[in-house]
């Protein structure tokens, strides 16, 4: 069966410092992948997505950047930390199914 | 892709039947609705989704008027466990479109 996974779960870091996030999936291969932010008390919003190694689609300009390195490896990077970058971010895949996504467990990173 | 409206948040007794409505007015001929939910701190999690006609799974049944301008999740029998904020998407089918709104959040009482 497919899994996963990222971490760390969670993260407490300061301003102007480096990020990263990292996810991976097992039991599939070639998945979308997408990386979501929820802030406190607001929706998903999708930052990134996936198609294949090295192809990453950007949906919201922003001070994070996305890298697939590997089939099943997607990692959400940042070389300085915002205050609103706060939130709990999501790496998910996407199923056989028809509009169908995988959410991993979530990262809640909290930027002092 | 269409828009929906979720009443921002139910409550449902117990063992009792919680019924989430959702308005998606707007809604093409090729656009399926979703389901999905949210507990605390943890990633969403698909329950169903339906094109024209009524669906259900081990989970949930969804309830599609004629128009399809509007939806009915059910939740036959609700438990403590089902507390979750429950999302309601329209959707070409296209995974890299879904758009999570602020859901439905529904409160299970003992």
């Known amino acids: 069966s497919q899994t996963i996974h990222q971490w760390p779960a969670t993260l407490v870091q300061p301003v102007g410092s480096p990020l990263s996030l990292e996810c991976t999936v097992e039991g599939t291969s070639n998945p979308n992948l997408y990386w979501y932010r929820q802030a406190a008390g607001r929706g998903l919003q999708l930052l990134f997505y996936?198609?294949?190694?090295?192809?990453i689609s950007s949906e919201v300009p922003q001070n994070l950047s996305a890298s697939r390195p590997q089939d099943r490896q997607f990692i959400l990077s940042s070389k300085k930390l915002l205050l609103s970058d706060s939130g709990f971010y999501l790496c998910?895949?996407?199923?056989?199914?028809?509009?169908?996504?995988?959410f991993g467990e979530g990262s809640r990173l909290t930027v002092l | 892709d269409a828009k929906t409206t979720q009443p921002t948040s139910m409550d449902c007794a117990e063992g009792r039947a919680a019924n989430l409505p959702c308005n998606h007015s707007?809604?093409?001929?090729?656009?399926?609705v979703y389901w999905y939910r949210q507990i605390h701190s943890q990633g969403p999690q698909y329950i169903i989704h339906?094109?024209?006609n009524n669906e259900t799974n081990e989970m949930a049944s969804l309830i599609i008027t004629e128009d399809r301008k509007s939806s009915t999740l059910i939740l036959p029998h609700a438990t403590l466990r089902d507390t979750a904020v429950y999302y309601c998407i329209v959707n070409t089918g296209t995974a890299s479109k879904l758009t999570f709104g602020t859901g439905t959040r529904l409160q299970v009482t003992l």
């Open positions: 339906g094109l024209k």
């Open positions: 998910a895949w996407s199923g056989t199914r028809r509009g169908e996504l995988f």
């Open positions: 996936s198609v294949g190694i090295g192809q």
């Open positions: 707007t809604i093409s001929g090729n656009e399926y």
